[in-house]
């Protein structure tokens, strides 16, 4: 999830095989899919991994840098 600031609106971007395109724009919350980010602790269980992030993602913080831009 990012902030754009051209758009003036919070953006859900994907970045797929290694392109960094989030030009222009502020991650507030990035969720790493490679294989390399959740196989040692989950194995093929990808869906684990994903709910284990969502638990641990703590919306206060990403609301504060939501704030802190400005936006």
Do not use: K
């Given at each position: 999830l990012?902030?754009?600031p051209r758009r003036r609106r919070l953006?859900?971007?994907w970045a797929?095989?290694?392109a960094h395109?989030?030009?222009?724009?502020?991650?507030?919350?990035?969720?790493?899919?490679?294989e390399h980010s959740y196989h040692m602790d989950?194995?093929?269980k990808a869906g684990a991994y994903?709910?284990?992030f969502m638990q641990d993602l703590s919306w206060t913080t990403?609301?504060?840098?939501?704030?802190?831009?400005?936006a």
């Open positions: 990012v902030w754009s953006v859900n971007a797929a095989d290694h395109n989030l030009a222009g724009a502020t991650p507030l919350i990035a969720l790493d899919m490679y989950f194995g093929a994903v709910d284990a990403a609301e504060a840098a939501f704030t802190r831009l400005g």
